[in-house]
């Protein structure tokens, strides 16, 4: 199944039963207001010669049940298909967020775009199943019914208004599609863009305002926004001729029935002449709908490949059944090799590197060299491409990711803050922690005093952490590495964004309180190495590891 309409489709399946009784609820609506102006035309048309008040009572409570029915069967459409839409994008919803959750998928896609995937695409789900699943199967049912309804009055006439339906509530509702592929593909390409623009201008605006940038920034919002209103404009087009041409065909089949009736007026009588009319006539509210519903359904086919693109991204970790057992304590690298794809050049290749508990090691070397990566494979981030991480003996890809890490843990090279206070943020590591236990945690990493103006714990970090200096958000992500105490902690470039004065004393307090655990120091900076228990130093081309692990006191000043 790769279309990405039938794809979203089957999302519903579970609640197959709900969406065929809201089809039914939808189907007996439409019945109703075509049957009531059916029996309309009749009981006017049979008052008109002044019988018996008995014989309209009939039509007259009838007229009144259909009313009702009319209103109740739509209500208990748009509460059916509603419910079952919306807990089918519910489900939708938490199996993207699943997915997510995993977070490689997340850095494959830029975060404006990925707003809308997760929104707007998301939310087409509801849009098809509601407005692209139910109007065409309720006026399948109800249009056959009506059908049948005027043959018998007059076949000519049934012969007509069946051709005028297909004409209708197929042909039109076709060419609309048809045309509307193109435009719907554009209009989620061109959404994509400007929320991308648009998060990029708000989120970068110091940056952009500081080198002078910002003028290019919303020149770039306002060109997507521009190629969004254009697109929205043909798709505007579109709906309006598609229900033109609708229009167009109920009048033609209706001047026809009209004309057919009349010519036979002789067998049907007035009263069926009337009948058969305004039959014609409600007939079309079966497939008004339709024309509008298929010319969205190239964006709704783009919405859902966009969305299927997050769900089939093939996942960076992968969890091995069994793997053998090493006796070893602690933590053992060997042969590790790690790539970026299949044709790029080796990030890591053939590191070895042995941590027994207790063991603290500095991985040192220029930018671009695998330090990183190295920490990404720890995090369990990403499956190595080659080579064994063991933990106490056990492959880690054997394990659970986060059994993993909650042993292996640590501040990445670009530690998340979540928009909240300094005291949640925290919690995140350890939900029981004391008031005290964090203060003391932030006093180990010297934040206390710079948050004390803001409100200590209480202070709000803000989006992304923005109401904290750089060197405040990594020093929070050191603390709640620290209140975590992982059994290996590692640091990725932990006294980023300090002044050497301040990264100096962090680097010595995070040494002093990690003495006796086992410690992986990624870093580019030699300060501080003198109370590290070994360096292994990255280098060369491609990121091939051209020297063993040496020696402080032999490593290079």
Same mark, same amino acid.
């Given at each position: 199944?790769?279309?990405?309409?039938?794809?979203?489709?089957?999302?519903?399946?579970?609640?197959?039963?709900?969406?065929?009784?809201?089809?039914?609820?939808?189907?007996?609506?439409?019945?109703?207001?075509?049957?009531?102006?059916?029996?309309?035309?009749?009981?006017?048309?049979?008052?008109?010669?002044?019988?018996?008040?008995?014989?309209?009572?009939?039509?007259?409570?009838?007229?009144?049940?259909?009313? !009702?029915?009319?209103?109740?069967?739509?209500?208990?459409?748009?509460?059916?298909?509603?419910?079952?839409?919306?807990?089918?994008?519910?489900?939708?919803?938490?199996?993207?967020?699943?997915?997510?959750?995993?977070?490689?998928? !997340?850095?494959?896609?830029?975060?404006?775009?990925?707003?809308?995937?997760?929104?707007?695409?998301?939310?087409?789900?509801?849009? /098809?199943?509601?407005?692209?699943?139910?109007?065409?199967?309720?006026?399948?049912?109800?249009?056959?019914?009506?059908?049948?309804?005027?043959?018998?009055?007059?076949?000519?006439?049934?012969?007509?208004?069946?051709?005028?339906?297909?004409?209708? %509530?197929?042909?039109?509702?076709?060419?609309?599609?048809?045309?509307?592929?193109?435009?719907?593909?554009?209009?989620?390409?061109?959404?994509?863009?400007?929320?991308?623009?648009?998060?990029?201008?708000?989120?970068?605006?110091?940056?952009?305002?500081?080198? %002078?940038?910002?003028?290019?920034?919303?020149?770039?919002?306002?060109?997507?926004?521009?190629?969004?209103?254009?697109?929205?404009?043909?798709?505007?087009?579109?709906?309006?001729?598609?229900?033109?041409?609708?229009?167009?065909?109920?009048?033609?089949?209706?001047?026809?029935?009209?004309?057919?009736?009349?010519?036979?007026?002789?067998?049907?009588?007035?009263?069926?002449?009337?009948?058969?009319?305004?039959?014609?006539?409600?007939?079309?509210?079966?497939?008004?709908?339709?024309?509008?519903?298929?010319?969205?359904?190239?964006?709704?086919?783009?919405?859902?490949?966009? /969305?299927?693109?997050?769900?089939?991204?093939?996942?960076?970790?992968?969890?091995?059944?069994?793997?053998?057992?090493?006796?070893?304590?602690?933590?053992?690298?060997?042969?590790?090799?790690?790539?970026?794809?299949?044709?790029?050049?080796?990030?890591?290749?053939?590191?070895?590197?042995?941590?027994?508990?207790?063991?603290?090691?500095?991985?040192?070397?220029?930018?671009?060299?695998?330090?990183?990566?190295?920490?990404?494979?720890?995090?369990?981030?990403?499956?190595?491409?080659? %080579?064994?991480?063991?933990?106490?003996?056990?492959?880690?890809?054997?394990?659970?990711?986060?059994?993993?890490?909650?042993?292996? %843990?640590?501040?990445?090279?670009?530690?998340?803050?979540?928009?909240?206070? !300094?005291?949640?943020?925290?919690?995140?590591?350890?939900?029981?922690?004391?008031?005290?236990?964090?203060?003391?945690?932030?006093?180990?990493?010297?934040?206390?005093?710079?948050?004390?103006?803001?409100?200590?714990?209480?202070?709000?970090?803000?989006?992304?952490?923005?109401?904290?200096?750089?060197?405040?958000?990594?020093?929070?992500?050191?603390?709640?590495?620290?209140?975590?105490?992982?059994?290996?902690?590692?640091?990725?470039?932990?006294?980023?964004?300090?002044?050497?004065?301040?990264?100096?004393?962090?680097?010595?307090?995070?040494?002093?309180?990690?003495?006796?655990?086992?410690?992986?120091?990624?870093?580019?900076?030699?300060?501080?190495?003198?109370?590290?228990?070994?360096?292994?130093?990255?280098?060369?081309?491609?990121? !091939?590891?051209?020297?063993?692990?040496?020696?402080?006191?032999?490593?290079?000043?």
């Amino acid at each position: 199944m790769s279309d990405p309409l039938l794809r979203m489709i089957a999302l519903a399946r579970p609640r197959g039963a709900r969406f065929a009784l809201g089809v039914l609820a939808g189907a007996v609506a439409t019945a109703s207001a075509v049957a009531l102006l059916a029996v309309a035309a009749w009981l006017i048309a049979t008052a008109a010669a002044q019988p018996p008040l008995t014989a309209l009572s009939v039509a007259v409570v009838a007229t009144r049940a259909l009313g !009702v029915t009319r209103g109740v069967a739509r209500y208990l459409e748009r509460l059916v298909t509603h419910d079952a839409a919306l807990r089918t994008l519910a489900d939708v919803r938490v199996r993207v967020y699943e997915r997510l959750a995993a977070t490689e998928p !997340v850095r494959r896609f830029r975060s404006g775009d990925l707003v809308t995937r997760l929104v707007g695409d998301t939310d087409a789900t509801q849009d /098809l199943l509601v407005r692209g699943l139910t109007p065409p199967a309720a006026a399948l049912v109800t249009g056959a019914g009506v059908v049948a309804l005027s043959t018998a009055v007059l076949v000519p006439g049934g012969v007509l208004l069946a051709a005028g339906l297909l004409l209708g %509530g197929l042909a039109v509702p076709l060419l609309a599609a048809a045309a509307g592929r193109g435009p719907g593909r554009r209009a989620a390409a061109a959404r994509a863009e400007l929320s991308t623009a648009l998060v990029d201008a708000v989120h970068g605006a110091p940056d952009l305002q500081a080198f %002078g940038a910002m003028d290019a920034a919303v020149a770039r919002v306002e060109a997507a926004d521009a190629a969004l209103t254009r697109v929205a404009r043909r798709d505007a087009t579109l709906l309006g001729l598609g229900a033109g041409a609708s229009a167009l065909v109920a009048g033609l089949t209706l001047w026809g029935t009209l004309l057919l009736g009349v010519a036979a007026v002789d067998e049907l009588g007035t009263v069926g002449l009337a009948v058969l009319v305004l039959t014609a006539l409600a007939a079309f509210e079966i497939v008004a709908p339709l024309p509008a519903v298929a010319a969205r359904l190239g964006g709704l086919r783009a919405a859902g490949a966009r /969305l299927f693109d997050v769900l089939d991204t093939p996942p960076a970790l992968t969890r091995r059944a069994t793997a053998p057992v090493l006796a070893f304590p602690g933590l053992r690298i060997r042969e590790l090799r790690v790539r970026y794809g299949p044709d790029e050049p080796w990030v890591l290749d053939g590191l070895d590197l042995d941590l027994p508990p207790g063991r603290r090691v500095a991985v040192v070397g220029p930018s671009g060299v695998g330090k990183s990566t190295l920490a990404s494979v720890l995090f369990r981030f990403r499956d190595p491409d080659g %080579g064994t991480v063991h933990l106490d003996g056990v492959d880690v890809t054997t394990q659970d990711a986060d059994d993993v890490r909650t042993a292996i %843990g640590g501040v990445p090279a670009d530690p998340h803050v979540f928009d909240s206070t !300094v005291r949640e943020n925290l919690r995140l590591a350890r939900p029981g922690a004391t008031d005290a236990e964090l203060v003391a945690v932030l006093d180990r990493v010297r934040l206390t005093g710079a948050l004390a103006p803001a409100g200590g714990l209480d202070a709000e970090t803000g989006p992304h952490g923005d109401r904290l200096s750089g060197g405040m958000r990594t020093r929070l992500a050191l603390a709640r590495a620290l209140l975590a105490d992982p059994r290996v902690l590692v640091l990725d470039e932990p006294a980023a964004h300090l002044d050497p004065e301040t990264r100096d004393a962090v680097l010595a307090d995070v040494l002093d309180a990690t003495r006796g655990r086992t410690v992986v120091l990624i870093t580019h900076d030699p300060a501080g190495l003198d109370e590290l228990d070994e360096v292994v130093e990255l280098g060369g081309s491609g990121g !091939v590891i051209v020297a063993d692990r040496t020696s402080l006191l032999q490593a290079p000043p």
